[in-house]
């Protein structure tokens, strides 16, 4: 794997170069194609022929970072840039610049006028707007893209690869371009489906249901309601929950166990300073948010988290255990919503660690220090009872 990959690196550097010089055309497509085959890339069509000359806009399903650059092998067809800034590497990845476009209606008018103009090549777009592997279901199809033309064309899509999975969430280009160079092959499968026309007064949204339900019986996989927002949020508690502690045999679903209390004087025993003045400042915020939940439980979770909205979550849900501080203690805060104060009462009935400050693990040799945590874990009993 890694010969293959130093070999293709020299290889993928003349292809795009070749790719630059040539113009659009059936010859450097060609060109292009075969070339792509030493680096692995193969690209199969069942039937050129059910390609629709006329439609100016196909719609295809997204699996991987290069779909279009597949795509664009066996017609010529331009993919407008959606994220990232417009540049030289927006260019060389085959992308569309079509300017500053502050809206999506802005984007809809541009794309209007330029599929409008003679002689520009079709357009290919995504509608899921976020890459999936492709096995289990389509995500739920923007309508923007069914609102430039009345007639588009479906592309189906499947990649296949040995040993190393297709897609990776959260994976970026740069990564998926080594993998791909690093197997032996992939194999990109495409279907040209016959083409969809708009109905009569149907809107955007139904057509782009319509569209997605039918790539969805050809693709073989479910047509779900799930958008690039939900598996957007989706992997961002995956980034943050896949580093708090479980116990064993417990469910990732399940809560974690309880964790250990950090002492008020973590002033930043192991962190740097400006780690240190960050959490203080996360900490602040969760303090006006709920106010009632001591600091030190705060700074515990947010060390561990370092997410504002996750440990949030956590205290509201019940996932971090800890004893509600009094109100002559929050008198100098914001009030809580009826929200926070319903959460607050909330939380006092399912408290199960007594104990406000963390007991000590070692014996004290001092008498003083020994008498002052019997103090305190006294008052912290008194306070439980009376609560």
């Known amino acids: 794997g890694l010969c293959l990959l130093v070999l293709r690196l020299f290889i993928g550097v003349h292809v795009f170069l070749v790719s630059c010089a040539l113009p659009d055309s059936l010859l450097r497509r060609f060109i292009v194609r075969v070339m792509c085959s030493v680096l692995g890339l193969f690209v199969r069509q069942n039937d050129p022929r059910l390609r629709d000359g006329s439609v100016r806009v196909y719609i295809a399903n997204h699996v991987t970072h ?18 990232g800034a417009p540049g030289f590497i927006c260019w060389s990845r085959g992308f569309l610049e079509l300017g500053a476009t502050g809206s999506r209606a802005e984007l809809v008018d541009s794309l209007r006028v330029y599929s409008s103009q003679e002689g520009n090549a079709p357009l290919l777009l995504f509608p899921e707007e976020a890459a999936t592997n492709g096995r289990v279901g389509l995500l739920r199809f923007s309508s923007w893209p069914f609102s430039i033309m009345d007639m588009v064309q479906p592309v189906a899509l499947q990649v296949q690869r040995p040993l190393i999975t297709v897609s990776v969430a959260d994976s970026s280009w740069i990564a998926e371009l080594l993998w791909t160079f690093f197997v032996p092959f992939t194999v990109y499968q495409v279907r040209w489906m016959p083409s969809v026309p708009r109905r009569a007064e149907e809107l955007s949204e139904d057509f782009a249901l319509r569209v997605q339900e039918l790539l969805a019986v050809e693709l073989g996989v479910v047509s779900t ?163």
């Open 225 to 387: 309601r799930l958008t690039a927002a939900d598996k957007a949020e989706h992997m961002k508690r995956l980034r943050h929950t896949s580093l708090l502690p479980f116990a064993p045999g417990m469910w990732p679903r399940l809560l974690p166990e309880p964790r250990p209390r950090v002492p008020s004087s973590l002033a930043g025993a192991g962190s740097s300073a400006p780690e240190h003045v960050q959490i203080a400042a996360m900490a602040q915020r969760v303090k006006e948010v709920l106010p009632h939940v001591p600091l030190e439980v705060i700074w515990t979770d947010l060390a561990q988290t370092d997410c504002v909205d996750t440990t949030i979550a956590n205290l509201l849900e019940g996932r971090v255990s800890f004893f509600p501080e009094s109100k002559e203690a929050t008198t100098d805060l914001p009030a809580p919503s009826t929200s926070q104060a319903a959460a607050a009462s909330a939380f006092q009935g399912s408290i199960v660690v007594p104990s406000s400050k963390p007991a000590t693990k070692h014996f004290a040799k001092s008498p003083v220090e020994r008498h002052l945590s019997l103090q305190e874990r006294k008052r912290a009993l008194y306070d439980y009872a009376r609560r």
């Open 66 to 83: 290069f779909d279009h650059n597949v795509i664009n092998l066996l017609t010529s067809c331009n993919t407008p840039a959606l994220n």
